[in-house]
Every structure is written in C-alpha cells, then in structure tokens.
C-alpha cells in the first residue's frame, strides 16, 4: 500500500490551498493511497530554495526517511519552477523508492506509463540545459563583438622602483620592507632578480 505525502503550495498569501488537498485527498481515495502526513508552503515561491520552503523540505525529509513513498502534488509549478528542478526532485524521491503524482499533468510514476514519461522528461531536461547553454555563449559573443570586456578586470601592476632604488643605495631588506610596505619576501625576490640582470649583463659583456 503506498504511504502518501501531499505537498501543497501557493505562491500568495491571499490564495488557498484548499482546492488542491480536496482534489488530492479525492485520488488519493480512489488509488487506495494511505495519507500519512500533508506538507504545505503557503504564500512561497517555487523559485524559493528548499531552505526556504519549510514544507518541500519536511516533505523531502520524509522521503529520506521513507515514512512515505508516493508524493502527490496538484502539478508540476508546485513543486518547481523549471523541468530541471522536477527531474532533480524525481532522481531524489527514487532513489528512496518513492513515486510522484501529478494532477494535473496525469503523471504517475507508480505506472509503466509514468515511468517512461519520466525517461522522456530527463531528455528534455538535457535540452533544456543544453537550449540554456547555447543561448549564453550566443549571448557572450555578441557582446565580444560590441567590443564589452568579459571577465575580471585587469589587475594594476604593482610598481616596485621604489623597492629597486632603495636596494641600490644599498638599504637593508627588512628597511625597505617597512619603508615601502612590500614583504621582506617581495624585497628578496626583486634583489635577486636585480642580481641574475646584472650577472647576464656583465656575462654579455664579456663574451
């Protein structure tokens, strides 16, 4: 026998729930589900995450717990806003051997029907990434084109010649360190490399 968990959800404050539970209730009878607990987020957003939908995450937590195993939600904007977001919830939900009911989009993954329209689902979802995808770098080249700079900005150089200056007056590491705020390990790697430049120079001259 399956153990129902119903989620409802309306986005305002001003709707109600109650058509949707009546509707759910009614299936639920018919099908000879056992409702074992009603899982509600009233006046949130599907757009929410689920730590803000104290109901979704209740209900994901029964799951997990598998005091239920079929979920029942009017339609699919109950539970998400997008096709991803269902079939991130349906991977989740069977990974615990529980089914989901829609209402309005007649979806029961209990039936081999529902099952093979859950296999059709995750293909849209791809193209659905993949339409997201394209429509981005479409969106990236155009403005390469208008000439926009992607990315971070470029970061100033950093001007260390007052760091080579103190060095030629033949200051000390640490008073130069504290004198131009750099590092004492800045100041060692820019007198050594003062060192291999003129090593090279006077090697040149040599030759």
């Not at 937590?61 to 919830?89: C, P, Q």
């Not at 309005?104 to 979802?125: E, K």
Request: with cysteine; aromatic share 6%.
């Amino acid at each position: 026998m399956k153990r129902c968990g119903i989620y409802l959800r309306v986005s305002q404050d001003s709707q109600a729930t109650a058509n949707q539970f009546h509707i759910l209730q009614e299936v639920a009878a018919r099908s000879g589900w056992t409702i074992v607990q009603v899982f509600e987020d009233a006046g949130i957003s599907g757009a929410k995450g689920r730590d803000k939908r104290p109901g979704y995450d209740a209900l994901l937590k029964a799951v997990h717990r598998r005091e239920i195993n079929m979920v029942a939600a009017f339609a699919v904007d109950r539970l998400g806003r997008s096709l991803t977001d269902l079939v991130a919830f349906l991977s989740e939900i069977q990974a615990r051997d529980c089914d989901l009911y829609l209402h309005q989009q007649a979806v029961d993954t209990s039936t081999p029907s529902g099952r093979m329209l859950f296999g059709l689902l995750s293909v849209f979802s791809e193209f659905e990434r993949e339409l997201v995808k394209s429509r981005i770098n479409a969106s990236l080249d155009r403005a390469r084109a208008r000439g926009v700079r992607l990315g971070r900005p470029p970061i100033a150089p950093i001007d260390l010649d007052p760091v080579r200056k103190r060095l030629l007056m033949g200051q000390s590491i640490r008073v130069i360190a504290k004198a131009t705020g750099f590092s004492t390990a800045t100041v060692q790697r820019v007198k050594r490399s003062m060192v291999t430049v003129e090593e090279t120079v006077v090697a040149t001259v040599a030759a």
